[in-house]
């Protein structure tokens, strides 16, 4: 899956590993970025310039992960078959921890739901021995 995709879109779904994947991604971008705002801020002079110059791109950054995180929630929930709305439980803190660890439990379904196609399977689809 395109990892812009991955992050950003609300729609579809994606099994457990996919989640896992764009959870990872989602964090370690985070820390990249916020790895670049304080080593840009710590180059300014003096405590107050560096809360002023590092606020607002640290809410960016803050902003955007937490969009990636709900559209990733999002799709997994709906993978299981419950309305992606859910993922604002993220928002709520003790919670949205929990979910975060507890969106990796269940498997998806594996026929289509109301958010979109099963994933292909990968099953073999030789006939079965025996009877």
Excluded at 10 to 31: E, K, P, Q, V
Excluded at 50 to 65: E, H, K, N
Excluded at 72 to 94: E, M, T, W
Aim: proline share 6%; aromatic share 6%; with cysteine.
């Amino acid at each position: 899956m395109n990892p812009l995709k991955l992050l950003w879109s609300f729609d579809g779904r994606i099994g457990r590993i996919a989640y896992a994947a764009g959870s990872l991604l989602n964090l370690t971008l985070m820390f990249i970025a916020l790895a670049i705002v304080t080593h840009q801020s710590l180059g300014s002079r003096g405590a107050f310039s560096m809360m002023l110059g590092s606020a607002l791109p640290l809410m960016i950054m803050m902003a955007l992960s937490c969009w990636a995180q709900l559209a990733l929630a999002a799709k997994r929930l709906q993978d299981i078959g419950v309305s992606g709305l859910f993922s604002l439980l993220l928002l709520i803190p003790f919670v949205g921890m929990i979910m975060i660890v507890g969106l990796l439990i269940p498997p998806g379904e594996d026929n289509d739901n109301l958010y979109g196609p099963a994933a292909p399977s990968t099953r073999s689809s030789a006939p079965a021995q025996g009877a």
